[in-house]
T-cell receptor, first 116, second 113 residues
Framework: GAVVSQHPSRVICKSGTSVKIECRSL??????MFWYRQFPKQSLMLMAT?????????EQGVEKDKFLINHASLTLSTLTVTSAHPEDSSFYIC????????????FGPGTRLLVL | QKEVEQDPGPLSVPEGAIVSLNCTYS??????FMWYRQYSRKGPELLMY????GNKEDGRFTAQVDKSSKYISLFIRDSQPSDSATYLC?????????????FGKGTKLSVIP
């Protein structure tokens, strides 16, 4: 149980284009999902907290207009990197918190984004 | 001072050794403590979860939390090459109901056959 999927697993795009990443909780409902970014040999950096049916809460320094988050259902959250640039290249990981289990998070396998 | 300190390693041990991984933290409000295992280019996998102080054992893994010292540990017995990964400690509190996780940098472990 507690499986989280992400799609795509890897994406290469041209500078200026937008990329959408999906995060799904497959066998549980998640009122809250989180989006992280991880640079090589670094720990996970929380970008935003996504709550179903409401606006996401962004961490300081994260541009909400650049990283659009939509949490339309209890099993799906999406992150759209708009007008991507090479500095946005990174490993993006989502996690989902099962509804009713406030303290645990289950992570997706990550999406590797390369912007040329 | 960072909220969570974790030695990044790398740590190399022979197969069968006992591995000890540790984190220290400064925020006394942390109540929930987790260890995640992350293989290269994969998402973190929840290994152990502990609430407050004490020990928890699951197979070859034992997690310890000492809140008085603000120190947590993960022990791996009879280590296997498949245990080679980066181990991340994470912790959270219930402040403001957010339960956001604060991660250590991760310790890279290699178990040599």
């Amino acid at each position: 149980g507690a499986v989280v999927s992400q799609h795509p697993s890897r994406v290469i795009c041209k500078s200026g284009t937008s990329v959408k990443i999906e995060c799904r909780s497959l066998d549980f409902q998640a009122t809250t999902m989180f989006w992280y970014r991880q640079f090589p040999k670094q720990s996970l950096m929380l970008m935003a907290t996504s709550n179903e049916g409401s606006k996401a809460t962004y961490e300081q320094g994260v541009e909400k207009d650049k990283f659009l988050i939509n949490h339309a259902s209890l099993t799906l959250s999406t992150l759209t990197v708009t007008s991507a640039h090479p500095e946005d290249s990174s490993f993006y990981i989502c996690s989902a918190r099962p509804t009713g289990a406030q303290e645990t998070q289950y992570f997706g396998p990550g999406t590797r984004l390369l912007v040329l | 001072q960072k909220e969570v300190e974790q030695d990044p390693g790398p740590l190399s041990v022979p197969e069968g050794a006992i591995v000890s991984l540790n984190c220290t933290y400064s925020n006394s409000a942390f109540q929930y403590f987790m260890w995640y295992r992350q293989y290269s280019r994969k998402g973190p996998e929840l290994l152990m979860y502990t609430y407050s102080s004490g020990n928890k054992e699951d197979g070859r893994f034992t997690a310890q939390v000492d809140k008085s010292s603000k120190y947590i540990s993960l022990f791996i017995r009879d280590s296997q090459p498949s245990d080679s990964a980066t181990y991340l400690c994470a912790m959270s509190d219930s402040g403001a109901g957010s339960y956001q996780l604060t991660f250590g940098k991760g310790t890279k472990l290699s178990v040599i056959p």
